[in-house]
């Protein structure tokens, strides 16, 4: 078997719930594959390759578009449960009948509502830069938000360097060696994401941050062991909202970085491949 | 040079401030030592063996008596400051220019104030099962301190199955292997605090908790990279006094541990050993 990194791994593609789900599988085969969900109009090549190798390097590790997405067929739903259904359908077609989830963002909530819907498939669940239902800042984009996706920028992908990085000098610094690292693959790359993508994310996202009464009762229900990770001051899902998930979540730990933002994890990649990796080959 | 251990390292004693101080030096030498500050009423037999064995493995570890308690001569001071001058003086008593300090408790406000009032002595800072002045909860013992405290208790160091654990099965199991590693050492043990100990350390710590005006300014002058560790649902000193370390130090990383109370280190303490000694071995 040839050691595929994120840089090599071929897009592959399998059929499931009417949609064709494209997707890249490598690392450490043996184990408990970790599977990697998206935030916001992200695709496979907006993972970080420190953070998606540093944690192939201990197990097999797998990237792919929910329906809609880059390379994937079909439509995105406008509910995070129905992206949990797809990404339940696609976890089931790779024959696979148990997986650690890492979600990031909106990926998260994703991470949240599989885990919840078909808990015999999560051995253990990664929550990052994400938050509650209804939680705090969540009904709608946060006003950080709202002007940092509203502006425009000299390259596409330096938005990236807003949602993920802090305007401390040292955060910036390593945005742009992250953005050097999302460059990095140029063959067989994925498809950017369509117009249609961004306005059904954020109707499920809606949907999801609505107040409710006693929203947080669910997250009772997940006792699947957990970890969160978020940077000090996120601005796109509040921090506070990861504390939150730690207070209501029975078996959960918490990992908050110093001057970190949404991408805290892409600011420290080989801490985060760390620490997500120590709690991945933790007996419990 | 013989490889001590937390059994076997000899109590030696040091001279400053015109305290004999007691302590126990063991580990890994050559790099920055570890200075492990202690929890009320407390010596060094206190400390978990998982724990200072654990992080010996990777550097020098120093436990010690501060001033008035368990071998140590003089007097316990009445305000945090005062045991933070003495532990500094204890420091350069030892020749030592630099160190790495942790603290648990209230050493974690001594350790706060050692590093305030010199600086240049403290290289990194680990805060375990603590908070910043004026807390939450922190100008008296919490109600549920009160109880646990005034409690009697079939043997004496049973009292720590409730400082330390929650009333969890699995807490309570691991706070059972605690007390037998705690107890497990029988030659040259440490004498415990005398009756003058109690009293000073709630002076200071009651001085140290009053209500202020801006009282967690102070924190953006520490500026060291910091650890914060606590458990769950601290009822000692409340879990929230950890994130507000967190969200008010510049340059702090908080991890919070599930189903734990104020000694979550002591049920994890494996866990514990690799996230301190990855904090203190990363290139900063």
């Known amino acids: ?81 129905g992206m949990a259904a797809n990404a339940a359908a696609f976890v089931k077609a790779l024959g696979l009948s148990q997986v650690d989830v890492l979600g990031f963002s909106l990926g998260g909530l994703v991470a949240q509502a599989l885990t919840q819907a078909e808990p015999q498939l999560v051995r253990k669940l990664v929550l990052v830069g994400t938050g509650p239902r209804s939680g705090e800042g969540m009904d709608s984009l946060t006003p950080e938000a709202q002007v940092i996706f509203g502006a425009t920028y000299d390259e596409p992908d330096h938005l990236w360097l807003k949602v993920f990085f802090t305007d401390s000098e040292a955060s910036q610094r390593a945005g742009r060696a992250f953005l050097k690292r999302f460059r990095a693959r140029t063959q067989d790359r994925d498809p950017e994401s369509n117009e249609k993508v961004a306005p059904a994310q954020l109707e499920a996202l809606g949907k999801w941050g609505a107040p409710q009464p006693n929203a947080y009762d669910y997250l009772k229900t997940i006792t699947q062991p957990t970890l969160i990770l978020n940077g000090h001051n996120d601005v796109i899902i509040y921090t506070i909202n990861s504390y939150i ?17 949404h991408g805290a994890q892409y600011q420290y990649p080989e801490r985060f491949a760390l620490h997500v990796g120590h709690f991945l080959d933790e007996k419990v």
Do not use: C
């Not at 329906?67 to 406008?78: E, N």
């Not at 207070?247 to 970085?257: E, M, T």
């Open 1 to 81: 078997m040839t050691t595929h990194t994120h840089q090599t791994a071929p897009t592959q593609f399998v059929e499931a719930n009417g949609v064709r789900f494209a997707y890249r599988r490598f690392g450490k085969a043996g184990g408990v594959p970790l599977l990697f969900n998206m935030h916001f109009t992200g695709t496979i090549d907006h993972w970080d390759p420190a953070v998606t190798d540093g944690l192939a390097s201990g197990r097999e590790v797998i990237l792919f578009d929910n329906a809609g997405i880059g390379g994937s067929s079909g439509d995105v739903p406008t509910s995070i449960e």
């Open 245 to 261: 998930l730690f207070q209501n979540l029975p078996n959960a730990q918490l990992i908050l970085y110093p001057d970190g933002n």
